[in-house]
Nanobody, 133 residues
């Protein structure tokens, strides 16, 4: 069974840090692109960051670039999102998602397709991040 398990959320003061984890089960990790999305109350879900585990290519949404770092432990089929200098506007439920070759390729070449939810086939349950001011 394909599963993505997201964890690591919590409550933090502005300027603090959190590290989110996404462990993937039931598919070949290196054949997929992995993305982090977030959804704030009353807003649509948006793409935040992505990685191609096969070659380590990383991409970021402009407001988080320089503050967030996405990485992988390929042997553990785990993707991390290190979030530093957190701001109240980062408050959201964060989801990890995996997509097949199309998503992987989009991340590798920085295509706008990497932003599209429909490019991702499997989704984790989400983990809440709350940043207080």
């Amino acid at each position: 069974e394909v599963q993505l398990q997201a964890s690591g959320g919590g409550l933090v003061q502005a300027g603090g840090s959190l590290r989110l984890s996404c462990t993937c089960f039931g598919f070949t990790f290196d054949d997929y692109g992995i993305g982090w999305f977030r959804q704030a109350p009353g807003k649509e879900r948006e793409w935040v960051s992505g990685i191609s585990p096969s070659d380590g290519t990383t991409r970021y949404l402009a407001p988080v670039k320089g503050r967030f770092t996405i990485s992988t432990d390929n042997a553990k089929n785990t993707v991390y999102l290190q979030m530093n200098s957190l701001k109240p506007e980062d408050t959201a439920v964060y989801y990890c998602a995996a997509g097949r070759g199309r998503a992987r390729h989009a991340i590798m070449v920085a295509s706008n397709n990497m932003f599209r939810e429909q490019e991702y086939d499997y989704w984790g349950q989400g983990t809440q991040v709350t940043v207080s001011s």
